[in-house]
């Protein structure tokens, strides 16, 4: 293991495997996926350009990384619960998906629009997001928490989308009515 990558490790190990756990649900499970996500910040850690960047880098990779452990699941009799709910996932971190998810969210009333904006766009974290808009943790986390779930009722108000067993979508279908939210 190179220096820097000891340094990532000491720096991230923790707070990285919460983060895991709270996705996943599983210790064991979130263990073999921050191994392998240790592995490919050692493998790739050369192609960061930008330095200020670092912690939204391996963000991302963990973030790629749990998705791949999904993927990868076998269904049994055709049938599987999805073990994390979906609508909190960073929605901006889909490559691709911010700018066909940016106009629905820019429909939100401006205070939920502000709280996916700063959460899930611009990386903060729920209790940075109390901090900035003077609001107490737990209204934070509510605002997030609403806010997705109006985002989520706009996809369905104008599109019904179908989905695999794991919550990927996988086609969607616009309502023939062109719905409201729908540009």
């Known amino acids: 293991m190179s220096a820097i990558t000891g340094d990532i490790y000491r720096q991230f190990h923790h707070e ?17 996926i921050l191994q392998d996500v240790f592995i490919k910040i050692h ?12 912690t939204a880098w391996i963000y991302q990779l963990t ?9 990868k699941l076998v ?12 609508t909190e996932l960073p929605i901006a971190n889909e490559q691709g998906l911010e700018k066909c998810v940016l106009p629905f969210i ?5 205070k939920y ?5 700063l959460t899930d766009i611009k990386g903060l974290s729920q209790t940075q997001l ?10 934070a986390k509510s605002r997030v928490q609403r806010a997705r779930q109006k985002l989520k009722d706009l996809f369905t108000d104008c599109c019904h989308i179908h989905s695999d067993v794991y919550g990927n979508i996988m086609s969607y279908n616009q309502h023939a009515c062109g719905g409201q939210g729908c540009k």
């Open 43 to 54: 493998l790739h850690q050369h192609t960061i350009k930008d330095q200020s960047k670092i």
């Open 113 to 117: 629009r502000e709280a996916l904006m």
């Open 130 to 139: 109390a901090e900035q808009l003077k609001i107490s943790y737990p209204a």
């Open 106 to 110: 820019h429909q939100l009333p401006q």
């Open 75 to 86: 269904v049994v009799n055709g049938e599987t619960e999805i073990p994390y709910d979906v």
């Open 16 to 32: 990285l495997e919460n983060f895991i756990v709270k996705k996943v649900k599983d210790k064991v499970i979130s263990q073999d």
């Open 63 to 71: 973030r790629n990384t749990i998705y791949d452990y999904y993927r």
